[in-house]
């Protein structure tokens, strides 16, 4: 039986988006590389993402699928993309629960079909901007903020993990830059893919939902490098070696909260934590190369710890040198957010880089949309930023500038849309 909702639209017609693919020649095969996983900081708050898996060939980055469908949302596990957008709306002084849900119901319909590569069903006119593309390991995120709750009169249903995070004393944030009612996290291996879905999402908003703020960032592309190799940030740092790992034992109960957890709704789902971080890169760069390294802790050439070993040598923090100094410094990055040294706090970090032009000193204006997803912020994201508050290297070197929160559902089954199970429990 075929059930209609608020918005006129029916199930089947929200599930089975219309129109043609967007690129035949393409078509949507090709998996996407959801196997591996998305690397994030060395060990810390910063972090870029990338997936250590087999090189990818430029002429098959436009067949990469991910599915819409599944217990989690997609761009959570899945390896970042070369390109990526962040917004947030807040929903206008006229609309409410019922609003809220013919909008997740459209936005849901819209990302299945431009993740398939289609072109979606849509009250709108598609623009066309990526017919000439296929997929590109396109993934749509939805994810609701605090205020969304209170907006909806779904008070009684907001999480616990949802309260806002404590104050830090290193925060410089912008509020206009913060918070939002609604977030959607987008990413692409082609940039006019990305922005075909930022546009026609933005779009479908319209009426519902007002922009509050934007955000663009980038990684490495797919096939750049000879070999799959770590991300480096902007700081040339090689960015991501101790991120945790699908295949950790405990991988899924420190991401994902779990069946029967609080509340149900939240079943399957995550939080993210996003931090906008402007790195100073002219003092950066004016460093010797030494001190950055004893900063971080790690080698720039190849991310090795300086306690010894390659890339991926465990950390080892009691190492000394022949002068009988601390091998890894006391206040360096990765000491200081290991997860020995923070009650096993751990976070999946899957983050972009920036760079928004130059500020009027001439200061580039680029750093990290940092990324972190965990199943409880108060036992991820909270306790690392906490011990980074209080003594970290590399904090003379970086300022946050915008910070939000967001409780982002489990994934949509056939036939479902993103948050059906908290807008029509």
Do not use: C
């Not at 945790?244 to 993210?272: C, H, I, K, Q």
């Amino acid at each position: 039986m075929t059930t209609h909702h608020p918005d006129g639209r029916s199930d089947e017609s929200a599930i089975r988006p219309a129109g043609p693919s967007r690129r035949r020649l393409l078509g949507t095969a090709g998996a996407a590389g959801a196997a591996g996983l998305v690397l994030g900081a060395a060990g810390g708050a910063l972090g870029t993402a990338v997936a250590t898996e087999s090189p990818t060939a430029l002429a098959t980055v436009g067949r990469n699928r991910v599915p819409f469908h599944g217990v989690h949302q997609p761009g959570i596990v899945e390896p970042a993309q070369a390109h990526g957008h962040l917004i947030a709306f807040d929903l206008v002084a006229d609309a409410g629960r019922k609003e809220a849900a013919a909008l997740l119901r459209r936005w849901s319909r819209t990302a299945e079909a431009l993740m398939a590569g289609e072109t979606p069903s849509s009250r709108l006119h598609d623009t066309g901007i990526a017919l000439d593309a296929g997929p590109s390991s396109l993934t749509v995120t939805f994810g609701f903020g605090r205020s969304f709750f209170d907006r909806t009169g779904l008070t009684a249903h907001r999480p616990a993990a949802l309260e806002p995070l404590p104050p830090f004393s290193a925060d410089e944030l912008d509020a206009k830059r913060s918070d939002g009612d609604l977030w959607v996290q987008i990413g692409a291996d082609d940039a006019l893919v990305a922005f075909h879905a930022l546009r026609a999402l933005q779009r479908e908003a319209d009426g519902t939902a007002r922009v509050r703020w934007q955000m663009n960032g980038f990684n490495r592309s797919p096939g750049a490098t000879a070999t799959p190799r770590t991300a480096r940030n902007l700081m040339g740092q090689v960015d991501g070696t101790n991120n945790p790992r699908e295949t950790d034992e405990d991988f899924e109960r420190r991401v994902f909260v779990p069946s029967g957890g609080d509340p149900a709704w939240m079943a399957g789902g995550s939080y993210a934590v996003l931090r906008r971080i402007r790195m100073l890169l002219d003092d950066w760069e004016r460093t010797p190369l030494a001190e950055q390294e004893k900063v971080i802790g790690r080698r720039k050439s190849d991310g090795a710890p300086l306690s010894g070993g390659s890339e991926t040598t465990p950390v080892d923090l009691e190492k000394r040198n022949a002068g009988g100094d601390l091998a890894i410094a006391a206040d360096a990055h990765v000491r200081v957010t290991a997860p020995e040294t923070n009650g096993g706090a751990v976070m999946l970090r899957r983050s972009f880089s920036y760079h928004d032009g130059f500020r009027d000193d001439g200061a580039p204006d680029a750093g990290l949309l940092f990324i972190a997803w965990q199943a409880d912020p108060m036992k991820g994201f909270v306790p690392v930023q906490r011990k980074l508050d209080r003594g970290d290297a590399l904090s003379r070197f970086i300022r946050h500038e915008a910070s939000a929160l967001f409780a982002v559902p489990g994934g949509a089954g056939e036939g479902e849309y993103v948050g059906q199970r908290l807008l029509e429990g």
